[in-house]
């Protein structure tokens, strides 16, 4: 027998959506993703004088299951993590990591230019960059004393 990790906001998650499906459309403006998404990876957002950057982990995640996309003004950051096969020569003993479909949503700054988005995933981590527009980009001005 398995043990699995209790994890009350998947409970809640479970029971929202169960009554979402009773009640009727209680879920509009929420997509499908956002709705059935299994676990949630870890997420932080990190500004220097040139861009933004989120970075996410995502241990064991291929990088062609990722899909980084920006829409009005929202990054996206969507993927699955597939569990592993079981073995009947081995026994799982505690799982506590989380598998499946996963959904992140940002809000991009407005001062960042969702046209020169890039991305790049090393050891694990997905590394967003959101360079900040020319035009908002703080100058430094002058000042003569007379």
Known sequence: MALVRWDPFRELE?????????MGSATRGLDDAELFTDWSPALDVEETDEEYIVKTDLPEVKKDEV????????LCI?????????????KM?????????????????????????????????????????????????EVKVK
């Open 78 to 90: 969507e993927g699955e993590r597939k569990k592993e096969k079981e073995e009947k020569t081995r």
């Open 93 to 141: 003993h505690r799982v506590e990591r989380s598998y499946g479909r996963f959904v992140r949503r940002v809000a991009v700054p407005t001062d960042a230019d969702a046209t020169k988005v890039s991305a790049e995933f090393k050891d694990g981590v997905l590394s967003v960059h959101l360079p900040k527009s020319e035009s908002v980009k703080p100058r430094a001005v």
């Open 14 to 22: 479970d029971m929202y959506s169960r009554l979402a499906r009773m």
């Open 67 to 74: 899909k980084v996309s920006v829409e009005n003004g929202v």
